[in-house]
């Protein structure tokens, strides 16, 4: 199985990193490299994330990397990261449609 990004995903992973590493840039790759770890152990794992709890459709799943959400979509060859986003935020439908 492979994992891709949406183009969403990627500038939202650029925008948390930028925010991080604003105050600390040590933090900023420590937290990069979690994240990426983290992406990667889906391509094994693909149902290891929760349910995004307010859509409740099991194939929209997230994993958390503190303090960040990171939405993703699987099917039977692909995992499709849909955004990196503050957990503060809720998942929209309109990250779906990319």
Do not use: K
Request: glycine fraction near 2%.
């Amino acid at each position: 199985m492979r994992t891709v990004w949406t183009r969403q995903a990627e500038a939202m992973l650029d925008e948390a990193l930028d925010l991080i590493a604003a105050d600390r840039p040590t933090a900023a790759l420590a937290w990069l490299d979690e994240l990426m770890e983290r992406v990667r152990s889906l391509e094994r794992f693909p149902d290891l994330g929760r349910i995004v709890p307010e859509l409740q459709r099991s194939e929209i799943r997230e994993i958390l990397v503190d303090p960040y959400r990171v939405p993703y979509h699987h099917d039977d060859s692909q995992v499709t990261i849909l955004a990196v986003l503050h957990d503060r935020r809720l998942f929209l439908e309109e990250y779906i449609s990319e």
